[in-house]
Nanobody, 119 residues
Framework: QVQLVESGGGMVKAGGPLRLFCAAS????????MSWYRQAPGKEREMVAT???????NYEESVKGRFTISRDNAKNTVYLQMNSLKFEDTAVFYC?????????????WGQGTQVTVTS
């Protein structure tokens, strides 16, 4: 059974840092592209950052220079370091894993972790 379990969310003051963790199990983690998505109240879920199986990264425009995604294949964990947090970063953050293989595409989601940026 595949599980993606996020942690590290919480309340943080604007301008502060927060680090999210996503621990994966039940899958060959190193073969998956891992991403963080977020969904703010009343808005659609959007991709925040992706790290491919090869280590390449991609970021949503508004978080470039502030957020850093990384992965540790030995620990089956993906991280999201968030700095200079803004009020508009308040959202539920979701871990996402995707792999395209000959037998099909596998996609998995975590349950989400709330990030609230306060004054």
């Amino acid at each position: 059974q595949v599980q993606l379990v996020e942690s590290g969310g919480g309340m943080v003051k604007a301008g502060g840092p927060l680090r999210l963790f996503c621990a994966a199990s039940g899958l060959t983690f190193s073969t998956y592209a891992m991403s963080w998505y977020r969904q703010a109240p009343g808005k659609e879920r959007e991709m925040v950052a992706t790290v491919t199986s090869g280590g390449s990264t991609n970021y949503e425009e508004s978080v470039k220079g502030r957020f850093t995604i990384s992965r540790d294949n030995a620990k089956n964990t993906v991280y999201l370091q968030m700095n200079s947090l803004k009020f508009e970063d308040t959202a539920v953050f979701y871990c996402h894993g995707r792999r395209a293989a000959l037998e099909g595409i596998n996609i998995y989601w975590g349950q989400g972790t709330q990030v609230t940026v306060t004054s």
